[in-house]
């Protein structure tokens, strides 16, 4: 029972920890997303919160000292929320909300959140909702505390707002029906898959907001939702595209993310089938962002889980008309870094080594399209190919579009 409505403005402050495993220069970006995921779910960041902790207090995640400090700014603040960006068990969720008296949540429940605000089909939303389940299934008694007080707004879109009676077995019997529900629509997604035929199909993945949105606009002509917020598109939108007189199937599938919820990646197991099923897959990167290489990493590790990391691929290295950096004086003796790397120099590093064809390409301008899309072409004319080896005569290249 996903709700529709818009949710009221938030107060919220972030929580981070420095540790063995995650040094400061790691949780920078890491809050620099959540603080961008909190104003997808609708909240302003006030302030940010981190400690150097070897490993997260097991009672509130925080120590005492900073867990006090906290509670001071959300009461001379009048804060709504507080999101901490790593996952918390049931334990930490309950303390820590007995203590600071607010609205805690963590970076799943906040991803779920948006994706409860973003789907729209029936298909995208039951899953949406199974995974809100599973997350909340461990978590009931602290949930429960939350609805008696009848809260609303980010993390409260969801199963069982009016059910504070709800229990587990309830809660499982909801689980297996929306599974079920899903194995439904899998088999009817299945089966649309195979009647498109034997036309190769392509799929654009990559982190969220990377822009395969407006890159699937520009090569399709079509108008599929696209917005500068992290998860834009849930439901997968398939088009079909020519390129020169050359036919096939292109797909834009749902953005990923580090710390993506495991109960997403199995509740949206059909749109991820989209991405298996593919013949090529394009992987849209953000050059312009400065984690973009974390990003192709965080993309890979997800298409190993899915077991969608031997297909042919090309990598897109989008919004080159956004890409900055510092040029260095002559006399600076200081070392160099990331930020110091102009575009050309980063074509020379291992991109230009890459077991994949690159191209840099600005989808919003439409810099190096031909490029683009002959490259596009060639590759899906090899698998053209090698499926019907007697009519590849019947495609020529041509750009009409002179060079866009």
């Known amino acids: 029972m996903l709700e529709k409505k818009e949710h009221s403005y938030e107060n919220a402050v972030l929580v981070g920890l420095i540790t063995r495993e995650q ?62 960006d790593d996952e918390l068990s049931p334990s930490q969720l309950k303390n820590l909300e007995r203590e600071l008296n607010v609205k805690i949540l963590d970076r799943t429940n906040l991803i779920l959140d948006i994706f ?50 709800t229990d587990r077995r309830i809660i499982r019997d909801r689980i297996s029906l929306l599974k079920e529900k899903l194995k439904t629509i899998d088999k009817q997604m299945a089966t649309q898959r195979t009647n498109r035929g034997k036309m190769v199909r392509v799929a654009l993945v ?21 917005e500068n917020k992290l998860f834009a598109t849930l439901d997968t939108t398939v088009r079909k595209v020519v390129i020169g007189n050359l036919p096939f199937l292109l797909t834009d599938t749902v953005g990923f993310i580090r710390k993506l919820p495991t109960q997403l990646v199995e509740s949206f197991k059909s749109t991820l089938d989209e991405v298996r099923e593919a013949d090529l ?67 020379r590093t291992w991109m230009a080594k890459a077991k994949y064809p690159t191209v840099f390409i600005s989808a919003i301008t439409k810099e190096n399209f031909g490029e683009m899309k002959k490259l596009i072409y060639d590759e899906v004319m090899k698998i053209h190919i090698s499926r019907f080896p007697y009519n590849d005569f019947l495609f020529e290249y041509f750009d009409d579009e002179e060079g866009q």
């Not at 120590?63 to 507080?82: F, L, M, P």
Request: charged residues 30%; negative net charge; aromatic residues 8%.
């Open 116 to 165: 409860a605000q973003r789907a729209q089909t029936s298909y995208a939303r039951t899953q949406v909702e199974l995974a809100q389940y599973e997350y909340l299934l461990p978590r009931l008694t602290r949930m429960w505390t939350h609805l008696e007080r009848q809260r609303g707004g980010i993390g409260m879109r969801g199963p069982g707002e009016t059910e504070i009676e």
């Open 23 to 84: 040094d400061e220069e790691k949780l920078e970006e890491y809050m620099d997303e959540l603080e961008f995921l909190a104003y997808t779910a609708g909240a302003t960041v006030e302030k940010r919160f981190t400690q150097k902790l070897s490993q997260p207090d097991s009672r509130t995640f925080v120590g005492k000292g900073k867990a006090e400090e906290i509670k001071q700014y959300i009461d001379e603040h009048s804060i709504d929320t507080v999101i901490f």
């Open 206 to 226: 990559g982190y969220t907001n990377v822009g395969k949105s407006t890159l699937m606009n520009a090569l399709s002509k079509s108008e599929v939702f696209a």
């Open 281 to 347: 897959l394009i992987h849209v990167v953000d050059i312009s962002h400065a984690s973009f290489e974390d990003h192709i990493r965080s993309v890979d590790e997800v298409l190993v889980e899915i077991k969608a990391d031997d297909k042919p691929r090309i990598i897109v290295f989008n919004k080159i008309d956004n890409f900055t950096y510092e040029q260095k004086e002559a006399d600076d003796l200081t070392p160099e870094t990331r930020k110091n790397i102009s575009l050309e120099e980063w074509k």
